[in-house]
Each structure stands twice: as C-alpha cells, then as structure tokens.
C-alpha cells in the first residue's frame, strides 16, 4: 500500500501537458489524495471549463500511477472552490518566467463588476514586466492569448510578443 | 408529490435555457475560427468559444443527471431538434461582420455574468459551484467585448455606423433574456436560479454606460422578440444544428 505523501511526489512529477516546464502539483489543480485500501483517489479541478488539457491530464494522471505500480486509480473531479492562480506555487511562476510566460499577478482577477465599470472593463492599465527582458514598457495586445488562461502581451523594449498567464 | 415533479422538470428547462444559450453562443463564435479581421481576434474568439462549450458541458451535464434518462451532455448537444432548444434567440442571430459578432457577445456577457454572480447564490450547490467557475471566465469576455464595443463605436466613422447598425438589428432580441415566465418565476421561487428580470436593472445601467462610452444610441420602442426559451426559433438555428450535429446524426455513437 502506497502512501499520500509518496504519490503527491508522484504526481509533483507529471508536467501540465500545456506548459511542460510547471507540473500539476505546481499548477494547483491536485486538490485531494487519499487511498482507500487499494484505490488510489485523486481530485483534480479544472483550470478553465473548457481547457482541452483537462482530458490529458487526468490521462497523464492515471498513467504515471500506473507506471508507479497502482493498479487501482479512480479520479474525481471537484469545482468548488474554483480553481484560481493563487493557488500556483511560487517555485512555479519563476519556471513560468523562464520558459517566456508572464507569471499571474495576484489580486488582477477580472471581477466583471458592475459600480465604477468603465475603467475596469476598458482593462485600466496593468503593468505586466517582460519575461525576456524584465522592462515594464509593454502593452496588451489580446484578453486572450495561445490558451484562454493567457492574454496576449508585446514588449516595447525588446519587441518580443509573450504570454501573460492571467490572474483568475 | 405534484409539485416536486413539476420543479424538477422545471429545472431541466432552466438548465437546458443556460447550457443551450452557451451552446449556440459557442457554436456561433467558433465558426469565425480562421476568418476573424486579425490573428489576435481569431484566437481570443476560438478562445471564449472553448469556454461557452466548456460550461455548456457543465450546464448540459447536470440537465441530463436532473433529467435522469440516462442523456449525457453529448446526447443533448448532438441529438435533439431545434424546438428542443431552449436558447435565446440573440444567440442563434447570424454572425454578420465583426462588429455584429462582437455586439451580440457584448449584450449577452452585460446580461450573463450578473446571471452567473446571482446564480452563485442558487440553494441547489451544483448550480452555485458551476456558476463560480463560469463566472470567473465570463468576467474576462464581458471585459473584452466592452472595451471592443467602445473602441470601435468610438473610432472611425467606417466602425461606428457599423457598431450602431449591429446595436439596432441586436436590440430586438435583447428582452427575452431580462423577462421571467413561467419557469423562470418558479425557479426563482424555490431559491434554485434567479430571475431574469431581476437581472434587467444591472443590465441597463452596464449596457448603458458602454454605450454612451461607445458613442452608440440604442433604439427606442422597438418590437420584442421572444420564444427562443420555449423552443420557438428562427430558421437560422436549424442551418446551424444541421452542421453542428452532422457527424452524430451520420454515424450515431462515432469514435475515433
């Protein structure tokens, strides 16, 4: 019989089939692990509702247990509370920065609210630093960018486009 | 014993009228894949598409286990007929150009995440939890189809009369989704979903304020359509069911 502690590191080392550089244990999305006698549990929430990665990494999941020697996997899938990038570990947004992808910056979340809207909705300016080059002249180019999580942003210093994984 | 059955059916018709609503949003906005102005706008609308049909599996998902025939979210996507929908018609409109697209989408997210904001407060916790999730991805397209709604009816003179005659062709279709029936009033009642017209005071006064930020007039008096929720649509819907459900209807139960 395995332990939770053991298959938490097993899993630490399944990589997040968009982003290989950050695993799904840094990415957050692991909310439970239990074992009930010979069942391994795992609770995985989705990042977005629609990601196409949610298939591949309950497959990447199942398979790199497998390959542990857990013959019996079942995941769950569990929606509240809502996956958020909060919950992304610090150790993940400097890989996140390293690969060229903005990391979130905390307390941005489109809240979508209704009083003072104009400014919030119009996306007021947000200073999201250039993973490349660290300058702060950059400029958003699409709300979203080559995945839902990511908004499209432009360096004005070192010109280069980049993803910002956006804060939800 | 009555009523309880007549709540549950209800219910499947409130979640068909938001999991068919994301549905044929999604569907729409997915046919510019490939055709938008800009690579940038091609990707963002490829993008809120994957996240319509993303809550559509949620909405669609939960109608089947209320429903308990043993329909999944596929079965109800791909294997009803048109006056099985329960859409809105603004969603099933045609995609025009751009800014047609882009003004449909504005008027539905002003009205869809206050929706998803009160639907968090559903008794039912299944609807509460997938409103949470949804409403934290609907908050980004309502920022997006705002901001584009006033940069371009306050840009040239080209993308204004275009934005402004997108606004009058939409605004008929915009009553439906802010007046309650009958459904909508018992749902409302027992605390499961929130009424569509307690939606329409946050509404106007967002539409409003983009609006008059956009240099756009809404029209005034005009006629109200309505009957998408009950399973009364255009003709445009069955051209658009009869590409989205080809493959099922060809090959029923296909995998590959």
């Known amino acids: 019989m395995v332990s939770e502690a053991q298959v938490w590191d097993w899993l630490s080392e399944v990589p997040d089939p968009e982003i290989p550089v950050i695993s799904v244990t840094d990415l957050g999305i692991v909310r439970d692990v239990t074992v009930e006698g010979e069942t391994v549990v795992v609770t995985v929430t ?3 509702s629609g990601c196409p990665a949610t298939s591949v990494i309950n497959f990447e999941i199942e398979k790199a247990l497998r390959d542990k020697g857990v013959a019996d996997v079942r995941l769950e899938r569990q929606l509240d509370p809502p996956w958020t990038t909060d919950w992304l570990k610090p150790e993940a947004r400097e890989k996140l920065r390293a690969y060229g992808i903005a990391p979130p910056i905390d307390g941005t979340r489109a809240e979508g609210v209704v009083e003072g809207r104009i400014k919030r909705l119009t996306g007021a300016a947000l ?3 250039c ?6 002249d950059t400029q958003k180019v699409s709300q979203f960018g080559s995945t839902p999580c990511k908004a499209a942003y432009q360096c004005r210093s070192c010109l280069e486009p980049f993803d910002y994984f956006k804060c939800i | 014993m009555e009523a309880v059955v007549d709540l549950d059916a209800a ?10 609503s994301t549905l044929v949003l999604g569907h729409r906005v997915s046919e510019w894949c490939g055709h938008a ?8 609308l490829a993008n809120m598409a994957l996240d319509l049909i993303g809550q559509t599996q949620l909405w669609l998902g939960l ?13 109800l996507a791909f294997r009803r007929d048109v006056w099985e929908f329960r859409n809105l018609l603004l969603v099933e409109r045609p995609n025009g150009d751009f800014g047609q697209t882009l003004m449909r989408q504005f008027l539905f997210d002003a009205w869809h995440q206050p929706m998803l904001k009160a639907l968090e407060g559903s008794n039912d916790a299944r609807i509460a939890e997938i409103a949470a999730k949804a409403g934290r991805e609907v908050a980004y397209h309502l920022e997006r189809s705002a901001d584009l709604v006033i940069r371009l009816g306050d840009g040239t003179e080209e993308s204004h009369k275009r934005m402004q005659t997108a606004l009058d062709k939409l605004w008929p279709y915009t009553g439906e989704m802010l007046t309650s029936d009958e ?11 929130a009424a569509p017209d307690s939606i329409r005071p946050t509404w106007e006064s967002l539409v409003g304020e983009v609006l008059d930020e956009a ?17 009364t649509h255009s003709e445009h819907l069955g051209h658009m069911l009869a590409t989205m459900q080809w493959l099922q209807r060809a090959y029923p139960d296909a995998t590959w």
């Open chain 1, 46 to 48: 989705p990042t977005y």
């Open chain 1, 127 to 129: 200073v999201v630093p």
């Open chain 1, 131 to 136: 993973p490349h080059c660290g300058s702060e």
């Open chain 2, 11 to 20: 219910l499947f018709e409130g979640l068909c009228r938001l999991g068919d």
């Open chain 2, 37 to 44: 102005p800009v690579l940038e706008e091609d990707i963002a």
């Open chain 2, 63 to 75: 109608a089947g286990e209320v429903e308990g025939k043993g329909r999944d979210a596929d079965a």
């Open chain 2, 183 to 193: 459904t909508d009033r018992a749902l409302a009642e027992a605390g499961i979903m």
């Open chain 2, 215 to 231: 240099t756009l007039t809404a029209p005034e008096g005009a006629y109200l359509h309505k009957g998408g929720k009950q399973g």
